[in-house]
């Protein structure tokens, strides 16, 4: 999210008086604030307190990209303590997401936890340009993991996807911490 209100402004936010800041002793009276985030893991890890005094306008956010089994807070502690959340999770007030699903025209249409999906028959054809480059691939698909050994066993379903790939002639490539590819980045922001 970048730090103080720059990733509001980077992303051309519609409110850009929010702002980003790891150490609450700066904001002084936090309970001026409309919203406040706190981070699955920091919660997890017992990094900070909670707060001891809420105005009755503000919303607490529990906010995590990854999911509750890698930072379980299940306890009492939190029963209707939050407000909101901010997560992977389709159902969450905000969504957190690692992908985008587009149209043709740039618009923004998911990923929603019931998907339109255009029939195929209202589709556009696949271009022959498409269609050649699709022709003259070997490798499957790419797969950008970080976490090389996870509890839900995930890369053992890889491996065998892997070697099934493998007896067709195709093959994943994997970046991130778990291989030695590098995956090119640019800033690209959802509006």
């Known amino acids: 999210m970048g730090k103080g209100r720059q990733g509001f402004i980077e992303r051309n936010c519609t409110f850009t008086n929010c702002f980003v800041k790891a150490n609450r002793t700066y904001f002084n009276d ?3 604030f409309d919203v406040i985030l706190f981070s ?6 017992g990094s900070y307190s909670l707060p001891e005094t809420r105005s009755s306008h503000q919303k607490y956010v529990f906010a995590s990209i990854e999911s509750v089994d890698n930072y379980p807070v299940c306890t009492n502690n939190f029963d209707g303590f939050f407000n909101w959340t901010w997560t992977y999770r389709l159902q969450s007030k905000a969504k957190w997401g690692y992908i985008a699903i587009r149209d043709s025209k740039n618009n923004l249409i998911g990923p ?10 209202d589709m556009d054809p696949v271009s022959d340009g498409i269609k050649d480059k ?15 050994y996870s509890r839900s066993g995930r890369e053992i379903f890889f491996e065998d996807l892997q070697n099934w790939l493998t007896q067709h002639g195709h093959k994943v490539d994997i970046y991130g911490q778990c291989d ?4 090119k980045t640019e800033k690209v922001y959802n509006k």
Do not use: F, P, Q
Request: with cysteine.
């Open 30 to 32: 936090y309970i001026k």
């Open 134 to 148: 699709i022709r003259n691939k070997t490798k499957a698909a790419g797969w950008l993991v970080s976490n090389c």
């Open 40 to 45: 699955a893991n920091e919660l997890h890890a």
């Open 112 to 121: 929603e936890e019931d998907m339109n999906w255009i029939k195929l028959e």
């Open 180 to 183: 030695v590819l590098i995956c």
